[in-house]
């Protein structure tokens, strides 16, 4: 929706250039006394009586999701899961590589070190069973 969609639904509208006033519909409103105006992202809506915004959607037949106008889909909700395990999976073969490298280079491992190489594995395990399911 955008804030055309929303000022169509109101009465006694007036105002202009992103900012409008208009009667509430959560209350009787005599006079306007909601506040309206577009952000970036959403309508921002406020009634100077005190009704929640909730309310005021709901007498609209609008649910708060509704004011904003680019609603999060399942399909790029699971795109940025997907970025932020194969991130999670990178950053954990790393830590683990290394590890790796100085044990056969190096040194002995502290008991540190093996606990981390140890909690990366299984990590990873985690990370590609999830990826995969």
Same mark, same amino acid.
């Given at each position: 929706?955008? /804030?055309?969609?929303?000022? %169509?639904?109101?009465?006694?509208?007036?105002?202009?250039?992103?900012?409008?006033? /208009?009667?509430?519909?959560?209350?009787? %409103?005599?006079?306007?006394?909601?506040?309206?105006? $577009?952000?970036? %992202?959403?309508? =921002?809506?406020?009634?100077?009586?005190?009704?929640?915004?909730?309310?005021?959607?709901?007498?609209?037949?609008?649910?708060? /999701?509704?004011?904003?106008?680019?609603? =999060?889909?399942?399909?790029?909700?699971?795109?940025?899961?997907?970025?932020?395990?194969? %991130?999670?999976?990178?950053?954990?073969?790393?830590?683990?590589?290394?590890?790796?490298?100085?044990?056969?280079? $190096?040194?002995? =491992?502290?008991?540190? $070190?093996?606990?981390?190489?140890? =909690?990366?594995?299984?990590?990873?395990?985690?990370?590609?069973?999830?990826?995969?399911?």
């Amino acid at each position: 929706m955008n /804030a055309q969609d929303i000022l %169509d639904r109101l009465e006694q509208v007036t105002g202009g250039n992103g900012k409008w006033i /208009a009667c509430c519909p959560s209350h009787l %409103d005599k006079s306007p006394s909601l506040a309206i105006s $577009e952000a970036v %992202d959403r309508v =921002l809506v406020h009634c100077f009586a005190g009704c929640e915004t909730t309310d005021v959607t709901s007498a609209m037949g609008l649910n708060l /999701a509704d004011l904003f106008y680019n609603k =999060l889909t399942s399909c790029e909700l699971t795109k940025r899961k997907l970025q932020r395990f194969e %991130d999670a999976l990178r950053h954990e073969r790393l830590q683990v590589a290394i590890i790796n490298s100085v044990e056969m280079t $190096e040194r002995p =491992l502290t008991v540190y $070190e093996k606990e981390r190489r140890l =909690l990366g594995q299984q990590r990873i395990d985690k990370i590609k069973g999830a990826l995969h399911e």
